[in-house]
């Protein structure tokens, strides 16, 4: 077995985080043979039903919503969004922020210092006001959350990897490619870029957790991904009238949250005791 994945193993927190994000990422791929409903189909009939550990017996395995949804289904189907919207806004605040921090630390002149001044003002900025704001003014839509999400967080990455690159461009080996004419842009990829990619990867593993909660919010507030579209915070938001009498349809989808986050969270702080070498030190 492989020296990393031994390691991973051994911590039981992280093995059971691994086997969340598993769970929540095989239903995104093969949700389509998992779903027993269409998760938009309505039945008025049905509306309102108690899942299975109620006692009462039923098709529905999870209930169902206020129009009779199946919930398991609709379940399923956000998951899929969640993913999508939490993996897609990581890649592109990653691009972002990774590019932005690499040309900062190598170049920490007048153009390092404009970015990071950059940096700081969007710091200033609460996220949930900017990305409100941004999601008001460009309307509800999956595309359009998943920019949003993109464009105001790449912050952390710009400020980690500038950091890392300000103390790796005083090594010898940078030095020595610059000895020998090598061009900036190939210093940056080749050379600065694979010692920064641990803290990247240690970064997005959290992060991605953090765009699920904030897409949520904004669906539950009405400003993410449009109503039709089954997401978790939608589905929070449609059950939040029925806490009392049917508290299932609300919070059925805000434990797939909780438990979501918590893998994946988990999977991260994993990721990061093994890939700090300070960190790796301590627990050899």
């Known amino acids: 077995m492989n020296p990393f994945i031994k390691r991973y193993l051994d911590s039981r927190l992280a093995v059971f985080g691994l086997a969340l994000v598993l769970i929540v990422v095989f239903a995104s791929l093969f949700g389509h043979w998992l779903m027993p409903f269409d998760p938009?189909?309505?039945?008025?009939?049905?509306?309102?039903?108690?899942?299975?550990?109620?006692?009462?017996?039923?098709?529905?395995?999870?209930?169902?919503?206020?129009?009779?949804?199946?919930?398991?289904?609709?379940?399923?189907?956000?998951?899929?969004?969640?993913?999508?919207?939490?993996?897609?806004?990581?890649?592109?605040?990653?691009?972002?922020?990774?590019?932005?921090?690499?040309?900062?630390?190598?170049?920490?002149?007048?153009?390092?210092?404009?970015?990071?001044?950059?940096?700081?003002?969007?710091?200033?900025?609460?996220?949930?006001v900017l990305a409100l704001a941004m999601a008001a003014v460009v309307g509800p839509s999956l595309w359009n959350i998943i920019a949003i999400l993109g464009l105001t967080n790449w912050v952390q990455y710009a400020r980690v990897v500038r950091a890392e690159c300000l103390v790796l461009r005083e090594r010898e080996f940078i030095q020595a490619a610059q000895t020998m004419g090598i061009s900036v842009p190939m210093i940056l990829i080749r050379h600065l870029l694979p010692n920064v990619m641990s803290s990247v990867i240690v970064i997005s593993s959290l992060l991605v957790a953090k765009m699920i909660l904030f897409e949520s919010s904004l669906s539950f507030l009405g400003l993410g991904v449009p109503p039709e579209t089954p997401t978790w915070g939608t589905m929070i938001a449609e059950g939040r009238n029925y806490i009392g009498n049917a508290w299932?349809?609300?919070?059925?989808?805000?434990?797939?949250?909780?438990?979501?986050?918590?893998g994946i969270n988990l999977v991260g702080d994993r990721l990061r005791d093994l890939l700090d070498p300070r960190l790796r030190q301590v627990e050899s």
Request: charged share 15%.
């Open 248 to 262: 299932w349809v609300a919070t059925v989808p805000g434990f797939a949250i909780f438990f979501t986050v918590v």
């Open 40 to 128: 938009d189909a309505q039945d008025i009939l049905q509306r309102l039903k108690p899942p299975f550990w109620r006692g009462e017996e039923g098709m529905h395995l999870l209930g169902t919503d206020a129009l009779g949804r199946d919930i398991f289904s609709r379940l399923i189907a956000g998951a899929r969004v969640s993913l999508l919207v939490g993996v897609a806004s990581v890649v592109i605040s990653g691009a972002i922020g990774v590019t932005l921090g690499l040309v900062a630390g190598y170049e920490d002149r007048y153009a390092g210092r404009i970015l990071m001044a950059i940096t700081d003002i969007q710091l200033a900025i609460p996220f949930l």
